[in-house]
Structures are given as C-alpha cells and as structure tokens.
C-alpha cells in the first residue's frame, strides 16, 4: 500500500498557551481578543486587527463551527483548548474580529464541532499594528453522515467490535479519545465530517503478554491503515467499504549487544515516522505512532528469554523500529521484514546495535541545524512536525551544525514532494573527505542518483535512476556509507550500490554551501520528517 499524506499540505500541531476566549455572543460579529502581556517596550499600538467572514457552500452556517488564529493548527479544537486559544463560536453570517493580535506567523484555522477543516487553514505573517480586512475563508461543505463498512476477505461484514482512529494531517478527530469502535456489523459512523482526506486505522491484535503464542488465527485483526481516505461534501449519507485483510505476524529473539543477555523489555514495532508528545507511556503513545506509520501499526514486547511475536501485521514487507525500555526514539532498526498472511514468519536472533539512532530533529525546532545560506532561498518553517522547505529561487534548505561521522554511518528520513517539479530532497554528505549529494527529483523530476561521481552529475553516471515521484507522498530514504560502497534506497527499494574503488565524489557548485551535511530543494516545496543517523558497527555486518 502507498503511503500518502492524509492531505497534500502538512502543517504543525503543537499546544496553545497564553490566551484567553471573549465571545460577545449577542453580536452579529464575534469578537476575540487576546490577554497576553505585551513584550517590554511594546503598546497597545503594535497589536493587528484581522477581521472577515467564513462562508460555506454561499449557505448561513449552523451551529458548531467556529475559527480560531493559533500558533500552529491542531486536529481538534476541544474546550480546553478553546479556553486558551483565541477562537470564537461563528454567527450565521460567518463574521469575525480578532483585535489585539501580535505580530508574527499566525494560522488561521476553522473547526466543524471541535474538527480542523484542514483544507481550508490560512498561513498568514501578521506585521505590528496593521488592520487586515476581508479576510475570506471558504471551507468545503461537510458530509453530514459518513459511515465507513469494514468488510472481511471475501467481502462479508466484519463481524468483530474493533477500535479504530481517525486521523487528519494533525492527529486523530475521534470526539472520543479513545476511538471510534465498530458495531456488531462492522460499521462505524461518524457525523458533520470537514470534508477532506483522512486516514483509517485499525487497532489490531496486539498481544497482552510479552509473548504470545506463535500461531496466528483466524480471529486476528491487522492493524491496518488506510491511507487517503476521501470524504465528500454532502447532505446525504456517504458509504465507503473498506476491506480488512487477513492478519499476519513475525517472530524472533532480540539479545543485547554482547550476544548473550536477553533483550527482555525492549518493544518491537513498526516503524513510525511520528513519536508520542507526552512519552513512551502515555495513553495516546500508540496512537501517535500509527499516525506516522505505514500500511499498518503493531509493537510487542520481548519477554524474558529474549524472544518475542508481533502479531497484528499486514501482508507485505515492513521496516521493524527497536526501543529501549522507556524511550519514545528507536535504537535500531530491522529493514524489509517479510509477512505473509495466517503464519508467523521467524527473522531469526538479532543483537542490540552498540550504536544507536540519534535523532537529527527534534519536531519542534531547528535545534542542530541553520538555515543554508542559499541566494533565493524562502525561510524555512517547522509545521506539524516536519522541516518545510519552500520553494526558493533557486534553493532553500537546512545544513546541520553539529559533528557528523565522515565514514562508516548510516542516514534515514522521510521525504515529501508537496509542490514544484524538480528535487525535493538533495541530501549532500561525506565521504571520508569529499563532499557527495543524493539527488531525488532531480531534472525535471524524475531522476535519482549521486552528484557526482569522477565529475558526473547523478543524471549521467552509472547511478542515475528514472523514478516517477508522486507528489503529496512520503517516501522513506536510507543512505549507508562505508570503505567499500556508497548504498542508498527508496522505501524498500535499493537505487544505489556503488563501488567506492577508483571513484571520486564531488558536488555541484549549487550547494556547495548545504557541506558537510545539508538538505535542499531546487525549485521545489519539499517536507523532511524522521532525520536519523547512526554509526555503523564495522565489526558485524550492520541489518
């Protein structure tokens, strides 16, 4: 299954602080107005006003929508937010005033009962004391009913109570936090939905214990997600059926690094691109993982003799992130894990890497990196936790600022195409003591390969790949550097394997300034998520 974005613009979701709600609901016209002290030396003076109108389908709106001007959106507006964000309840005639606004980014964002429209969010750069008028924002009508079919294999309602999460670009949009569960027919129902792109996921059949038995049956649930789920605009009731596949699961032991000591406690799971906001063992950590997960999301913990079932997977291959007792970051991870339906495919004994994963970005700043000091590059932005690099003219990207290992490492991440035609991630790095790029959209947008080698750009040497990237479409990208080979791959697809031997690497002169280690876009808005590197264990063969 493809993994795609639930919509093609990614923002950020963080918490809202430092203002408080006046709705005078006997006006017309809302007002808000914030409370937050002015900065030392600041006055009345320097704060906006911002005012305009929501209209949906040219129709007086009903109850229950409402805008809101936020730092950084968020996937759903509930009370306690709503008492610290400056957000009004919206009049019929979809008017409002903000005044007392400070200057800087400001999102502009409006919810249907407590659900971000994401369609319809507004960026907007707010100067000190400025009256912005006629501000127009025109969401999409929403679906009055929706209600989603989970069918078996041959096509049969699912007949098993499961729980599931809806989620936008930002996180789930279930009014209960703890899901939506199916009814006895496998429907689940949801009303006055924004309309948009969601994602679906199943919860599966996670195991209680930290090992379960090694015989999948037939009763499993997977925990599948299902990406780029589309809800129309509509009076009426929308049916979608989706089909839950037959589940599958993958067994194994996990020692620790001197090859002997159990890894007991450790958690196996799919690979997320997303980690939980309040820790490993908060109430929502599972969720937040699948929001960031590919075709499904399971983990499991290893038990005390070191061996463990994941159980609740997909057909297909997976990437299989380990963690650390308590620790919300991978420590490793196990590549192109194969799974079939109705059995428990072994991966055998895997040992605890010496070295780990250190995770590049934080989600919430640059902390690490600066911006490149590109001519024509467009301010960077963090939104909803992935580095947003607009499209400059030429160039926009990020170069890191800390040490980095010159050999013997290994790089991933997740990259997006969100607008533009040529490469939205060009990953300049070392090789020892010469500076190599791996270019993904390159030339026109459909070329992969290193820049350069012996004096050959990635579009005329002996790595160069014809790839037809989708736009609005993560992709998960692995760069590995040794003596011997510079190897890279795409998802699970392996694009580079060169021999290192009688080679010499360079760089386009272009991004000379994204060395030693650095990310760029050429004309092109790309998204970054899930920056991680590691050093190699050259004594083993490294997974």
């Given at each position: ?159 098993k109570k499961v729980r599931t999460y809806l ?268 500076p190599c790029s791996l270019i993904l959209g ?71 300034e994204s060395k030693p280690f650095g990310i ?24």
């Amino acid at each position: 299954m493809q993994n795609r974005s639930a919509v093609g613009r990614q923002l950020s979701q963080t918490a809202l602080a430092g203002l408080t709600l006046l709705c005078f609901s006997q006006a017309r016209v809302c007002q808000a107005q914030t409370t937050t002290p002015q900065h030392s030396g600041a006055s009345a003076k320097a704060a906006a006003t911002l005012q305009g109108h929501v209209e949906v389908a040219g129709q007086p709106l009903a109850k229950g929508w409402t805008v809101a001007l936020l730092p950084q959106p968020t996937a759903m507006l509930t009370p306690g937010r709503t008492r610290q964000s400056l957000a009004v309840p919206l009049p019929a005639d979809g008017k409002f005033v903000f005044k007392n606004v400070q200057a800087g980014p400001q999102y502009l964002c409006v919810f249907l009962d407590g659900r971000l429209d994401v369609d319809s969010v507004r960026r907007l750069t707010i100067e000190a004391g400025e009256t912005r008028n006629n501000l127009v924002i025109k969401p999409s009508a929403p679906r009055a009913d929706l209600e989603v079919h989970l069918l078996d294999a041959v096509g049969k309602p699912f007949d098993k109570k499961v729980r599931t999460y809806l989620f936008n670009s930002f996180g789930a949009v279930d009014q209960n936090p703890a899901g939506t569960v199916a009814d006895a027919n496998g429907v689940l129902k949801y009303g006055r939905l924004p309309a948009g792109h969601y994602d679906l996921w199943v919860e599966g059949s996670t195991p209680t214990t930290a090992v379960a038995n090694t015989t999948v049956t037939a009763n499993e649930v997977p925990g599948v997600i299902f990406n780029t789920v589309e809800v129309t605009s509509g009076q009426d009731t929308q049916r979608l059926d989706l089909t839950v596949p037959p589940a599958g699961a993958t067994q194994g032991t996990l020692q620790m690094a001197d090859g002997k000591t159990p890894a007991a406690g450790y958690t196996v799971a799919v690979r997320s691109a997303t980690l939980p906001q309040q820790g490993a063992n908060s109430a929502t950590a599972v969720t937040d993982y699948a929001r960031g997960a590919r075709a499904c999301y399971a983990q499991a913990k290893v038990g005390a003799d070191g061996s463990f079932v994941l159980h609740g997977l997909t057909k297909g291959t997976h990437e299989l992130d380990i963690r650390r007792p308590g620790e919300r970051a991978p420590w490793m991870t196990i590549p192109v894990v194969p799974v079939t339906q109705g059995e428990a495919m072994s991966i055998g004994s895997w040992t605890v890497a010496k070295n780990g994963w250190q995770m590049m970005f934080d989600g919430k700043t640059l902390n690490g990196w600066k911006e490149t000091d590109f001519v024509g590059r467009v301010p960077v932005r963090i939104e909803n936790g992935q580095v947003i690099l607009p499209m400059g003219n030429d160039m926009t990207g990020i170069t890191w600022t800390k040490d980095i290992p010159r050999i013997d490492y290994e790089v991933s991440l997740e990259a997006m195409r969100v607008e533009g035609h040529d490469f939205f991630c060009g990953l300049t790095f070392p090789v020892e003591e010469s500076p190599c790029s791996l270019i993904l959209g390159g030339w026109g947008g459909g070329v992969a390969g290193l820049s350069s080698v012996n004096g050959l750009d990635a579009s005329e040497n002996e790595t160069t790949k014809g790839i037809s990237f989708e736009s609005n479409r993560w992709y998960r990208v692995r760069l590995r550097v040794t003596k011997p080979k510079i190897e890279a791959w795409l998802d699970d697809e392996k694009i580079v394997d060169l021999d290192r031997q009688d080679k010499q690497f360079s760089i386009r002169i272009e991004v000379d300034e994204s060395k030693p280690f650095g990310i760029a876009t050429w004309r092109t808005t790309g998204a970054i998520r899930d920056i991680r590197i590691r050093r190699l264990d050259t004594s083993s063969t490294a997974p």
